[in-house]
């Protein structure tokens, strides 16, 4: 294998995933991609998959509580499989964030990925740390929440993965670390920058921002019919970025993809999220966009120059989950004359018959994105003389039976009235309540792991 650390060539990254749940079929063109430009341009190349969310890590805890063999990203075979033999054949490093809870677990299933492909076993590194529950501070936070802790977990860096590719390591896989370390941390290996080289660490946090959510840059989160239009969205095409030393990046896409990489999408994601655009925190380096320039070069090609950065935090970010009891939901439709107000005497007789209860209730389609917990909104909101209503009511508890209540009161209106509902469907899940803090940085000391197979299972 080529050596990682090529600083006179610029790095090209490609993302294969913005969220657990992403489509599975989006990375293959992104590959083809990538693997022309390596004919053509020689260089090196990653695939990036983002697949976590701030409650996602909590969610996959609790898989990881029932199963200590679970915890990773449930889509990752998918994700991976059609892509794993050309990300190795041409040298394609993977760096993804898919090992959620159990970053060990989920190497032990590319593992077994690989051999069911008749793949040589890959050089495989799991970035650990970012588990915090045992940290003294955080022991004593968990003692004044509401509920038991589920999961504890710091944003790392981009450090830990740049230090295992730079030893070899053909697949990274990592826990929680900042979404821009994902794209950073192969940048900062491949160019070697230094610790403190600000700008280029800024440059390279800002083309992983650009990445991190796949097709939001490409066009998906910006279309909008008849206001802004974009061809073939159901084929978009997930996102490039070709990153040069000094830390300026050029984003394209697959040919043949949908979706359009403009001036106007490329700063719509490059405002995602950030409060302050002339320090955007991260736990490598504070960027500073304010004197950025997007420069379009073509179609489907666009430049982010000019981005500065400053200093890193003294400390890092940390989300505490916790249990936070169920959420009931319950939904039943009518039709036809006089719909909204049955469904509007619906709500009110399972109000009355749980008047113990907060519950909410939202008419999808006439007032559910407007309305309250409390549904104070509807109550106020005038009948709109509706004749095709989705009725959702939904309660939290902390006493899991308790919230089973709503469910069956729902159900019970097919023939308790009123008139005509039909299609109700019920769901109950636990709930997880949210708090952040933050701790000093040298207190969370990250690192990274080479990791060999275990005994592989030959599948049937």
Known sequence: MRD?????????????????????????????DLVNGLHSQGGQAVLIFETLAERTLALAQLARRDDPQAGFEPLLMDLLRPVLADCLKHGIRIVSNFGAANPLAAAQV?????????????????????????????????????????????????????QALNHGAQIVVCGRVADPALTLGPAWAHFGWADDDWHALAGGTM???????????????????????????????????????????????????????????????????????????????LADISTAQVTVLGPDRVQLSGVHGHPRPSHLKVNLCHENGWLAEAEIS???????????????????????????ADLIGVC???????????????????????????????????????????????TCGPAGGGGVRTAL???????SCLLPRDGIPSRFEMVQPRALVETP
């Open 4 to 32: 990682f650390h090529q600083p006179t060539q610029p790095l090209r990254i490609g993302c294969g995933a913005g969220f657990s749940g992403d489509r599975i079929d989006a990375a293959a063109p992104v590959v083809q």
């Open 110 to 162: 590319i593992f077994q990925l690989a051999h069911e492909l008749n793949l040589a076993t890959p050089r495989i590194a799991v970035v650990l740390g970012d588990d915090v529950r045992e940290h003294p501070e955080v022991q004593m936070r968990a003692r004044s929440l509401p509920s038991p802790l589920v999961s504890a977990n710091a944003y790392l860096g981009a450090h830990a993965i740049a």
């Open 368 to 414: 559910s994105l407007w309305a309250d917990d409390a549904g104070h909104v509807l109550d106020n909101w005038p009948d709109q003389g509706a004749t095709d209503v989705r009725l959702r009511m939904a309660t939290s508890h902390a006493d899991k039976a308790v919230a089973e209540q709503l469910l069956r009161e729902v159900t019970a209106l097919y």
């Open 207 to 285: 083309a992983g921002h650009l990445l991190e959510c796949g097709a939001q840059v490409t066009g998906g989160y910006y279309a909008d019919p008849g206001f802004k239009d974009l061809p073939d969205l159901a084929h978009v095409g997930f996102p490039i970025a070709q990153i040069e030393a000094d830390g300026r990046c050029t984003l394209s896409k697959p040919a043949g993809t949908g979706g359009r990489i403009d001036a106007h999408t490329v700063k719509e994601q490059l405002l995602y999220e950030i409060d302050n655009p002339a320090a955007y925190i991260t736990p490598d380096v």
């Open 429 to 435: 899940r636990p709930r997880l309540g949210l708090v």
């Open 334 to 360: 009518y039709a036809g004359a006089r719909a909204e107000a049955r469904a509007r005497l619906a709500a009110a007789v399972v109000r009355e018959r749980l008047p113990h209860l907060t519950l909410r």
